[in-house]
């Protein structure tokens, strides 16, 4: 069945963009990645949402997240789409897009990665590119993946709080809670008899190296206790 799964190798495929032809994984070198597609170019929803992404395109910049857009367009669709969308910023219409936009007007990609959606369709009956988010790591593994129907727009504040998430953890031995943000405090549970009562980025790190000092004082507590009773 087509499509791809986490962990997953994104195969290198090439495409033509608003930037010309590219080979994917070349695209993204050593580089986190974001693949977004979307249903049609010009229409409301699909204006908006790239709008807010070209607006936070500093953000993932910040991360190292490179990105790219698709769907079933032509590149001269979307290039003339890539100046309503720069109007729609308050931007001059002559700027560029920050990142370019994959046509796959022959929707191969689009089978090949599982992106169509069967309940929206062209008026020729053709099923439509959903609303797919697919974050890449740096060895072009699938590591997050969000399909949204074609009548919800996608939040991308809460994809950069993934993305933030999805590197601390690729690097750090942790596991970030519900509704975590990147250096935002969060309250504690009771159970930590540390006092703590703000926890940011750094308390999630030195939670896990606390839970391996209790261990090791409790293994070390035990021991001690076994040698005390058989001296009696």
Request: charged fraction near 35%; include cysteine; proline fraction near 5%.
């Amino acid at each position: 069945m087509p499509g791809i799964l986490l962990g997953d190798v994104l195969p290198n495929f090439e495409a033509e963009t608003t930037i010309g032809k590219i080979k994917f994984h070349e695209f993204l070198g050593n580089s986190w990645g974001i693949l977004f597609s979307h249903p049609r170019d010009f229409t409301p929803v699909c204006t908006t949402e790239l709008a807010r992404a070209a607006k936070l395109h500093e953000e993932f910049k910040k991360r190292d997240v490179k990105m790219i857009a698709l769907s079933i367009d032509s590149v001269e669709d979307h290039r003339k789409w890539s100046e309503d969308i720069m109007s729609f910023n308050q931007d001059k219409a002559c700027c560029a897009m920050p990142f370019p936009i994959i046509a796959d007007d022959k929707r191969e990609l689009s089978v090949l990665l599982g992106m169509l959606d069967p309940d929206e369709r062209d008026k020729d009956g053709m099923p439509l590119t959903a609303r797919c988010v697919f974050v890449v790591g740096p060895d072009k593994r699938l590591k997050l993946s969000i399909l949204y129907p074609a009548t919800t727009g996608r939040n991308f504040d809460e994809i950069l709080r993934v993305i933030d998430s999805l590197q601390l953890t690729a690097t750090k031995k942790v596991a970030t809670p519900v509704d975590w943000k990147l250096n935002v405090s969060c309250k504690g549970r009771e159970k930590w008899k540390r006092g703590l009562t703000g926890i940011t980025q750094r308390w999630t790190v030195q939670t896990q190296q606390e839970r391996d000092r209790k261990s090791r004082r409790g293994k070390r507590e035990r021991e001690e206790k076994k040698m005390g009773q058989r001296r009696r």
